[in-house]
């Protein structure tokens, strides 16, 4: 999968992305990023890349000049159209599900914007969605694009190892994900619950199971709601009440 950015800050990509998980898939060929700066393709003499709005305003809207030059110069090489992304407060929220929907894309492009935001010629030209990781407002779209580019790497098959696979995890299937523990035993006076040291692996797994959906209940209400419970669900949920009442 490739990933071109267009930013007037290039080099923060490269400690970030070129760091652990996505490092290493960078070197194993299964993604690349490259961050463009759109300073580089500006014409003006000083290399301004914005200019104050029309219409008046506090401010600096981002030149289309530029923006649109830099993305000409990823595509002329290419016989099919990346896939352009605008990262935006006013974009569709990202979720795990928008995430795995934008994976299907072999090439995207991202632009992001500073200070007012970017020319709206150039997102009603070349963008095809605006997404947002959150509502609220940064200085940058950096940090989002960042964000975006981890979470559908992370989907790739290969990214991952084997053992913390993209498969049974938070939000995959719409539950938050079981509490984890390793060594030691005791920490400050709390030991490891006695079935992670049973050995039963069906019923570690059912625990685990249960601790999910607890846990989805009771911190992400929105979530549980719209889960659809197996049998095997609501006799754990059963079981368990039926075990705390009996306390
Ligand atoms: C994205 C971008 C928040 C998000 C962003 C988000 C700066 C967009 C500029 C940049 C515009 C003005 N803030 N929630 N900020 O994903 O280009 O908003």
């Known amino acids: 999968m490739i990933f071109d950015v267009l930013t007037i800050f290039p080099e923060i990509f490269d400690?970030?992305?070129g760091s652990s998980i996505i490092g290493r898939a960078q070197d194993a060929g299964l993604l690349k990023v490259t961050a463009h700066n759109i300073r580089d393709f500006s014409?003006?003499?000083?290399?301004?890349?914005?200019d104050s709005p029309y219409g008046g305003g506090n401010g600096l809207v981002m030149l289309a000049q530029p923006i649109y030059d830099a993305y000409i110069s990823i595509v002329e090489k290419l016989e099919y159209k990346p896939y352009f992304i605008y990262m935006s407060p006013q974009g569709k929220r990202l979720d795990q599900q928008l995430v795995e929907q934008l994976a299907v894309h072999k090439h995207i492009i991202m632009l992001c914007g500073h200070y007012e935001g970017v020319d709206e010629r150039?997102?009603?030209?070349?963008?095809?969605?605006?997404?947002?990781?959150?509502?609220?407002?940064?200085?940058?779209g950096e940090l989002p694009a960042m964000v975006l580019i981890d979470a559908i790497s992370r989907t790739i098959p290969g990214v991952l190892s084997n053992e913390d696979s993209y498969s049974d995890e938070s939000h995959k299937d719409?539950?938050?994900e079981y509490p984890q523990y390793t060594r030691p035993y005791e920490?400050?006076?709390t030991k490891v619950p006695d079935i992670l040291l049973s050995g039963h692996h069906a019923n570690i797994k059912k625990w685990r199971r249960l601790q999910s959906l607890k846990r989805t209940r009771e911190r992400r209400p929105d979530l549980y709601g719209q889960l659809v419970l197996s049998n095997e669900d609501k006799k754990l949920l059963d079981k368990d009440r039926n075990d705390v009442l009996r306390e």
Do not use: A, Q
């Open 187 to 189: 920490f400050r006076g």
């Open 174 to 176: 719409g539950v938050l």
């Open 15 to 17: 400690t970030v992305l």
């Open 43 to 50: 014409m003006d003499k000083h290399k301004k890349t914005d």
């Open 122 to 140: 150039i997102l009603e030209e070349i963008v095809d969605e605006e997404v947002s990781i959150g509502d609220y407002v940064l200085t940058g």
